[in-house]
């Protein structure tokens, strides 16, 4: 059995996204083993992390200036905007310099209609938006799953509700069923961008 403050630091790498038991444990020592100096840059990173990153709030990116500096790009056209779930999703679809809208990450999916499910995206967010902006368009750019093709078409019905001229566009087939946006390539990004419907 590990000392305490080893435990305590194994439990909170575990909870990290596919870190396993022994994986948390081989960052544990790899920092013990690594020495004060790495220990205490990682310790600052954090610390900056927690600090100085907060929500945009008219996207709800991760950002250290709100709004976020798509947000507040004059140039950009306020009346397209792109839903996606991640500030992953987001990256990749700016890599392919193809969209010149805004954007609202909604930080999860609809599983289910309930107030729970709801309550924990962003999405009450997205829909008093759509009321008060002059959005012309909205590129539901969700991933090519179960849980992203719920959620479009709860959106899309949301939308149409709220404005039935808006036009609702979605992400062209070119990406795979049940793959991730933040693995695919730029080429097929662009091409699912350049030919949404």
Known sequence: MYS????????AFSKLPTVGKRT?????FYLLQSGKKDV????????QLIENVKSCEMCWN??????????????RNPSLLCVTTTPQDLEVLESTRQFN??????????KSESQESLERTKIPQLLARIQKEPITEILLALNHNLDGEITMMY??????SINSEIKITRLARGLPMGSDLQYADEITLKSAIENRR
């Open 4 to 11: 305490p403050s080893i435990e305590n630091l194994i439990k």
């Open 24 to 28: 948390a444990e081989r960052f544990v």
């Open 40 to 47: 205490a840059e990682l310790t600052i990173a954090l610390k």
């Open 62 to 75: 991760f950002t250290e200036t709100s709004p976020c500096k798509i947000c507040s790009d004059q140039k």
């Open 101 to 110: 809208g805004r954007y609202h990450l909604l930080r999860g999916v609809v």
């Open 155 to 160: 959106l899309e019905k949301k939308i149409q």
